[in-house]
């Protein structure tokens, strides 16, 4: 089954504890992204990914960093986490950037920064 | 900067009613547009994807529509019942997503 995997699904950390949010994907496809989601704010971009060892910013990656060592996984590292990047978190991939099909989104990370 | 945004808000209307759902963007050279379905708290559920060259997809009482030179699109639900409530995302896709904010609709009994 075609399917994008985020783990963990929920997480509750405290502020400065170096965290992942894995995200692994099984269709081959070149272009990932990460994207938190906030109230009233609609999912914003943090990072994308063309292809293995390409990364690029978003629209808000302060805070944030991510590596692409492989096709199948785009994992998102907070270094320092700190209470306002408490949110919804998608991972999605694509089978490549501008492609006409659809994106297949992650069932999200719930995270709480105390 | 391509800009999508979607009115109204919220919605909350009985239940049987037939009702509209708008999203607008401001750059017509989009790909792709895909209206998701997303429940409190949860993950995005694709209900409908319209690629550029469309103008409609139609799934049961769901009909989305495109209009790309005005920027538009509407989802269209048909006979709505408290089950539809739920948060309702369109975004449009360019060399990434664009998302707008969501209309949260509220299907009383």
């Known amino acids: 089954e075609a399917q994008v995997t985020q783990n963990p699904r929920y997480l509750i950390t405290v502020t400065g504890k170096k965290l992942t949010v894995t995200c692994s994907q099984n269709?081959?496809?070149?272009?990932m992204s990460w994207y938190r989601q906030d109230p009233g704010l609609g999912l914003r971009q943090i990072y994308y990914s063309m292809n293995v060892e390409v990364t690029d910013k978003g629209d808000v990656p302060e805070g944030y960093k991510v590596s692409r060592k492989e096709k199948r996984n785009f994992p998102l590292i907070l270094e320092s986490p700190s209470p306002n990047q408490t949110s919804l978190y998608f991972c999605?991939?694509?089978?490549?950037?501008?492609?006409?099909?659809?994106?297949?989104f992650g069932q999200g990370t719930r995270l709480t920064v105390v | 900067k391509q800009e999508v945004t979607q009115i109204p808000a919220a919605l909350s209307v009985p239940e049987g009613e037939n009702l509209v759902l708008n999203c607008s963007f401001t750059?017509?050279?989009?790909?792709?547009l895909q209206w998701f379905r997303q429940d409190p708290g949860k993950g995005l559920t694709s209900l409908l994807l319209i690629q550029s060259s469309q103008r409609e997809q139609t799934s049961g009482r769901l009909n989305a529509s495109l209009d790309k030179s005005s920027g538009r699109s509407t989802l269209y639900i048909a006979a709505s019942q408290p089950g539809d409530s739920a948060t309702y995302l369109c975004?449009?896709?360019?060399?990434?997503?664009?998302f707008g904010a969501g209309t949260r609709l509220t299907v009383k009994p």
């Open positions: 999605a991939s694509r089978p490549r950037q501008g492609s006409f099909t659809e994106a297949f």
């Open positions: 750059d017509s050279a989009i790909y792709n």
């Open positions: 269709m081959n496809h070149e272009y």
């Open positions: 975004a449009v896709y360019l060399e990434d997503m664009r």
